[in-house]
Antibody, heavy 126, light 110 residues
Framework: QVQLQESGPGLVKPSETLSLTCTVS????????WSWIRQPPGKGLQWIGY???????NYNPSLKSRVTISLDTSRNQLSLTLSSATAADSAVYYC????????????????????WGQGTLVTVSS | SSELTQDPAVSVALGQTVRITCQGE??????ASWYQHKPGQAPLLVVY???IRPSGIPDRFSGSSSGNTASLTIVGAQAEDEADYYC?????????????FGGGTKLTVL
């Protein structure tokens, strides 16, 4: 059974960099996409970005200038950094395994997140 | 603003059927996935693709799609189904896919 666990500081000062790690156990980080997703208090889910085990990344356009996602395959971990944090970045942050699926002709049809971490609350405040 | 639109809240009587909808242009080309989210817990995948349920998800959950609308139907809603439900798909742009979530629907079981 694949398990994901987020970790990192629960409090970040405004203008500083938010850094989180997600440790994957029960399976390899290789051959999969991995995403970071967040939920601000009282709001819905927001996709932040994904990384493929090869290192290919893609980020939410609204966060792209401040986000970096990286992998450490030797430790089976992925990381998120979000620079110039503001109060609007306060949220529960989740990591999730990101699966693409295809139809019988091999055409891409969609994605889903099948395993999620429990989430970690990050508050941006002085 | 989200490219996927959901009703903010829906209610259903215990044991009755409820449908939660998700609208967006990208759904004409791509399938949606659906997540159940309860306070303090990780979101749980309940349906994806053409009505595929992960192992352990009760068969009272089903998915469907028509045009620009994807639907999650719960037949015989139970008290434990009370939760927020989110749809997810890609955006309608070209190039590398960006994933988007609907705004979420709060389901109340009466």
């Amino acid at each position: 059974q694949v398990q994901l666990q987020e970790s990192g500081p629960g409090l970040v000062k405004p203008s500083e960099t938010l850094s989180l790690t997600c440790t994957v156990s029960g399976g390899s980080i290789s051959s999969f996409y991995w995403s970071w997703i967040r939920q601000p208090p009282g709001k819905g889910l927001q996709w932040i970005g994904y990384i493929y085990y090869s290192g290919t990344t893609n980020y939410n356009p609204s966060l792209k200038s401040r986000v970096t996602i990286s992998l450490d395959t030797s430790r089976n971990q992925l990381s998120l950094t979000l620079s110039s944090a503001t109060a609007a970045d306060s949220a529960v942050y989740y990591c999730a395994r990101d699966i693409r699926y295809y139809d019988s002709r091999g055409d891409y049809r969609g994605n889903y997140f099948d395993y999620w971490g429990q989430g970690t609350l990050v508050t941006v405040s002085s | 603003s989200s490219e996927l639109t959901q009703d903010p809240a829906v209610s259903v009587a215990l044991g009755q059927t409820v449908r939660i909808t998700c609208q967006g242009e990208s759904l004409r080309s791509y399938s949606a996935s659906w997540y159940q989210h309860k306070p303090g817990q990780a979101p749980l995948l309940v349906v994806y693709g053409r009505n595929i349920r992960p192992s352990g998800i009760p068969d009272r959950f089903s998915g469907s799609s028509s045009g620009n609308t994807a639907s999650l139907t719960i037949v015989g809603a139970q008290a434990e189904d009370e939760a927020d439900y989110y749809c997810n798909s890609r955006d309608s742009g070209a190039g590398h896919p960006n994933w988007v979530f609907g705004g979420g629907t709060k389901l109340t079981v009466l």
